[in-house]
């Protein structure tokens, strides 16, 4: 059960992002996303190397081997890690490239298709595709159990972004759905599905949760730098502005992934990537608690089937939290996996629940 209130304590987190852009002040999406990347990916990168110097500081004094698992005080990275066929640099790679292309794809398909249908297709493509993955990859199934809990939780997300959400429209009026701006979504989705299974992968090469973050997001940040050097970034250089980026910056992404890859160390990567449906769900709530917002009847019924998909999988998990069966040897360790990455919504028109809201703010 700890990796199950890791995970949805990270949701909890995620869903902060909008609540936090409300009360800060304008910011593009695109500097918003890169200044959040910069700011939370270099956190946890120096946090990785920091634990990184002090495992050598010990091991230098002459303090006996630590595990290269990660479960302990030891190295965020192994130090005796069996043969592997894709080398660990090209992982997080990969990673860190799932990480900087969730942002434009989620707001590509928002922009083409309206909120209702591009948040639907994010956020409810992201367990699918991952399960997807993580079968292809390693012939394991998570369970008809997180079936019916993400069929249950994408339906409440669905009814959500349809009650709170804005769509487009042909000359008729007619509700249209441009592919493009579809495969953007589902882009989204895989993105956050690619990244998950990388971090997934270091863990299972014995790297820790903060160590196996820090790569992918520390990565991702130092890629993002230029990116927010070419943004109007006059924003930061107001005291609110400062505490948005820092509070997106450290609590959204840099706290929340650590807990996301806690719980993705005991979890299979489709059961992580249900759970963190609940950032949507905290993100409507605080909308209402804290921004005063009125949430319409249909909104409220959509938070309720969203919450009941997630008690279905949360209470199904058994008592060491891994749903998947162990693997048989060290180099068929469980996949990578499941999270979300990095991007913070634009502010839109304000509907009962903003655009920021509804979710995606991984």
């Not at 998570?142 to 959500?160: C, D, Q, S």
Request: proline fraction near 6%.
């Amino acid at each position: 059960m700890r990796f199950v209130l890791a995970v949805l304590l990270a949701a909890v987190c995620f869903g902060t992002t909008g609540t936090a852009q409300a009360l800060g002040p304008d910011a593009g999406a695109l500097s918003l996303g890169a200044a959040r990347l910069v700011v939370g990916g270099g956190a946890l990168g120096l946090v990785a190397i920091a634990m990184t110097f002090a495992a050598r500081r010990r091991d230098a004094a002459g303090t006996p081997a630590v595990s290269t698992r990660g479960d302990g005080p030891g190295h965020p990275i192994a130090v005796r890690a069996p043969a592997h066929r894709l080398p660990t640099w090209a992982i997080i790679a990969v990673g860190a490239a799932g990480v900087l292309a969730y942002q434009p794809a989620f707001f590509a398909g928002t922009a083409a298709n309206g909120v209702a249908v591009g948040t639907v297709v994010a956020l409810g493509s992201a367990p699918v595709i991952t399960g997807a993955l993580d079968w292809a990859l390693h012939r394991r199934y998570p369970g008809h159990r997180w079936g019916a809990a993400t069929a249950i939780a994408t339906a409440g997300v669905a009814i959500l972004a349809a009650s709170t959400g804005s769509g487009t429209a042909d000359v008729g009026g007619a509700a249209t759905a441009d592919p493009l701006g579809l495969l953007a979504s589902v882009g989204a989705g895989a993105s956050y599905a690619v990244y998950t299974l990388a971090a997934k992968a270091l863990l299972d090469r014995g790297w820790t949760a903060t160590g196996s973050m820090g790569a992918l997001f520390g990565a991702a940040g130092a890629a993002s730098v230029p990116v927010l050097a070419m943004t109007d970034a006059s924003w930061l250089a107001t005291g609110p502005g400062i505490a948005m980026a820092l509070w997106l910056g450290l609590v959204a992404t840099a706290l929340a992934y650590v807990l996301f890859g806690l719980g993705l160390r005991g979890l299979a990567p489709a059961t992580v990537s249900t759970l963190t449906l609940a950032e949507p769900l905290t993100a409507g709530l605080l909308g209402v608690t804290v921004l005063g917002e009125t949430l319409p009847a249909g909104a409220v019924a959509g938070l309720v089937v969203l919450a009941a998909g997630i008690v279905l999988l949360a209470t199904g998990s058994k008592g060491g939290g891994r749903d998947e069966p162990a693997p048989s040897s060290p180099s068929s360790s469980s996949p990578s996996s499941s999270s979300p990455s990095s991007s913070s919504h634009s502010r839109p028109e304000r509907p009962a629940v903003p655009v920021r809201d509804v979710g995606g703010a991984r």
